[in-house]
């Protein structure tokens, strides 16, 4: 089983430099190297150039980056994409996806574009017609010409055209979390949670994160570096449960419960699928491990 640690990724502005050079140091999972919401439209071209001379200079260790676009409908879209494609990041993520028809387009733009195989799709799920279209847009995952890889819940533009309150606990949030969330599971699809706005109050941050966690997210996108290290903590499966979850899987593999689809450890009831269950969550934090 081969997995990737998502815990905490973290928008980076490309029209920073030294933003962008700091990134290299920084503990998260993954960057987005942003050309969208943190540049203004006359900084676009210079964060454009920055962020694929950053990309193609590499040293960002075992970080995955991740370059955000501006989308198809601006008039930065198609250089956005052509330079990205250059560049050769682990992925590109675009904005304001709402039809499956967005992730061909963008995977047809970035093939064209001549991007290598190894850079992914991520799709930003940020609109009521997103939400909508959670499920046939994750099914496209499922032709690889897609390159479909990560939903981006974009949750401060879906409070925006939905009207729904951003407060503590997220109750009106948590009907678009779960959708999206259950259309990736359906089609392998890994989702991350958005942003908490509130990066100077810690405890917030945990909530939500626990949230996020709860929920089934892998893990959470971060506007300060600040909030790395608490989203880490939380999405990284705790050592207990890591010590239970290898009981589990060696208990399945004893000869006397190979045909076994249930069976009693330490006076609980476990079936088989909590030992596939037990398996992601080892690699998880084997991954983590060998990271660090």
């Known amino acids: 089983m081969t997995i990737r640690p998502r815990r905490s990724v973290l928008y980076m502005p490309g029209s920073n430099a030294r933003a962008l050079e700091k990134a290299r140091t920084l503990s998260?999972?993954?960057?987005?190297?942003?050309?969208e919401d943190a540049g203004a439209p006359d900084a676009k071209a210079v964060a454009r150039e920055q962020v694929a001379g950053a990309v193609r200079a590499g040293g960002?260790?075992?970080?995955?980056?991740?370059?955000?676009?501006?989308?198809h409908n601006t008039p930065w879209h198609k250089d956005d994409m052509a330079a990205a494609a250059a560049a050769g990041p682990d992925a590109v993520l675009v904005p304001k996806v709402e039809t499956p028809g967005d992730v061909m387009r963008a995977a047809r733009d970035l093939r064209e574009a001549g991007a290598p195989e190894h850079t992914k799709l991520w799709a930003m799920m940020e609109t009521p017609l997103a939400i909508l279209n959670a499920d046939p847009i994750a099914r496209t995952a499922a032709d690889p010409a897609s390159r479909l890889a990560v939903f981006i819940?974009?949750?401060?533009?879906?409070?925006?055209e939905t009207r729904?309150?951003?407060i503590p606990g997220r109750l009106p949030m948590a009907a678009y979390l779960s959708i999206c969330v259950a259309a990736a599971r359906a089609h392998g699809v890994e989702i991350i949670d958005g942003v908490?706005?509130?990066f100077s109050n810690d405890a917030g941050l945990r909530a939500e994160c626990e949230q996020g966690r709860d929920f089934g997210m892998d893990g959470k996108t971060l506007i300060h570096p600040n909030q790395?290290?608490?989203?880490?903590?939380?999405f990284a499966p705790a050592e207990a449960e890591v010590a239970w979850c290898?009981?589990?899987?060696?208990?399945?593999?004893?000869p006397e419960n190979a045909a076994k689809g249930a069976i009693q450890i330490e006076g609980k009831m476990v079936e088989r699928l909590h030992a596939d269950m037990a398996k992601r969550t080892v690699a998880i934090a084997e991954a983590i491990a060998a990271r660090n």
């Open 28 to 35: 998260a999972d993954a960057l987005i190297l942003d050309l």
């Open 60 to 71: 960002f260790g075992s970080r995955e980056v991740v370059v955000r676009v501006n989308g």
């Open 153 to 160: 819940m974009g949750t401060n533009d879906i409070a925006k």
């Open 164 to 166: 729904a309150r951003l």
């Open 196 to 198: 908490y706005n509130d």
């Open 228 to 234: 790395i290290a608490i989203c880490n903590e939380v």
């Open 246 to 254: 290898r009981k589990i899987i060696a208990a399945f593999m004893a």
